[in-house]
C-alpha cells in the first residue's frame, strides 16, 4: 500500500461524512444471505476455494481499472457494479473461512478499521476518537502514516518485504522506486541507446524506463495499458 495522499478539505469542517450505514449494512447482511445460498445449492459455487477464487480477483480487479480508465466521463453504473464484483470476492472469501470455524467479514471490516485508525495517527486518537487538530502539509501526512507502519513491522525485514511479487512488473518496479525514494539504491542508468542483449539486460532498462517515468510524474503501468488499448483497436 502507498502512502495515502489527501484530498479536499482537512480539520473539524471535514469530519461529516455521509455513510449511510444503516441502508448498507442490510444489503449487505441481504447479500451475505443470497451468497451464503449459493454455497449451499450451487455445485460450481460450493467447489470454489481461496485458490480457485483468485484468477477471478485479479479479473475484476482489472475490469474494475478499465471502467475507471476508461476515456471520456466515468460511467458511475459501470463502477457500481464492478466495485459489487470486487464486493463478491471479498465476500466470498469471508465465507469460505467463516464456514471452517475462522474469521467472518464482520471480522475483515474490524481488522480493517482498527488498521486505518492505527497508520492515520494524524487523524486518530488510538481509541478511534478524533484529534483535535489535522496537518495540513501532505509531507507531514505521509511522514506520519509510513512512521506508524514502520511500527508494525518486525525487526530485520525490508521496506521491500510487503510488496506483493505478483503485481505486475511495470507496478512493481515503481512501488519498488517509491520505497526507496530519498535513498542511493547504487543502481546506475545504462546508457542510452545499448539495445539489450539479454532478458537481465532487458530488465535493467525496463526498470530504467520505470525510473524515468517516474521522475516526470508519469504513470509507466497506465501508459502501456493505454498503448496495448490503441494496438487493438481496429
Not at 520505470?210 to 509507466?220: E, I, K, P, T
Request: hydrophobic share 40%; net charge negative; proline share 6%.
Amino acid at each position: 500500500m502507498t502512502s495515502p495522499r489527501a484530498t479536499g478539505p482537512t480539520g473539524p469542517t471535514a469530519t461529516r461524512v455521509k455513510t449511510d450505514t444503516g441502508a448498507g449494512g442490510a444489503a449487505v447482511e441481504r447479500l451475505a444471505e443470497v451468497i451464503a445460498q449459493l454455497r449451499r445449492h450451487c455445485r460450481w459455487t460450493a467447489a470454489l476455494t481461496h485458490e480457485s477464487l483468485m484468477a477471478y480477483l485479479i479479473e475484476e480487479a482489472y475490469e474494475l481499472a478499465d471502467v475507471v480508465e476508461a476515456p471520456g466521463p466515468l460511467d458511475a453504473d459501470a463502477l457500481k457494479g464492478e466495485l459489487g464484483d470486487v464486493l463478491y470476492q471479498v465476500m466470498l472469501h469471508s465465507l469460505l473461512q467463516s464456514e471452517t470455524g475462522g474469521f467472518t467479514l464482520a471480522d475483515v471490516a474490524e481488522t480493517l478499521r482498527a488498521k486505518l485508525v492505527r497508520r492515520n495517527s494524524h487523524v486518530f486518537r488510538p481509541d478511534g476518537s478524533l484529534q483535535d487538530h489535522f496537518p495540513e502539509s501532505i509531507a507531514e501526512i505521509e511522514r506520519s502514516y509510513e512512521a506508524a507502519k514502520a511500527v508494525e513491522k518486525p525487526r530485520g525485514h525490508t521496506v521491500f518485504d510487503s510488496l506483493p511479487a505478483s503485481l505486475p512488473a511495470l507496478s512493481l518496479a515503481a512501488e519498488t522506486l517509491d520505497r526507496v525514494e530519498g535513498r542511493a539504491d547504487g543502481r546506475a542508468s545504462r546508457a542510452q541507446g545499448d539495445p539489450p542483449q539479454t532478458e537481465d539486460e532487458l530488465g535493467e532498462l525496463l526498470f530504467d524506463v520505470v525510473r524515468a517515468a517516474r521522475a516526470q510524474g508519469l504513470d509507466a503501468e497506465r501508459a502501456l495499458r493505454t498503448a496495448v488499448r490503441r494496438f487493438q483497436q481496429p
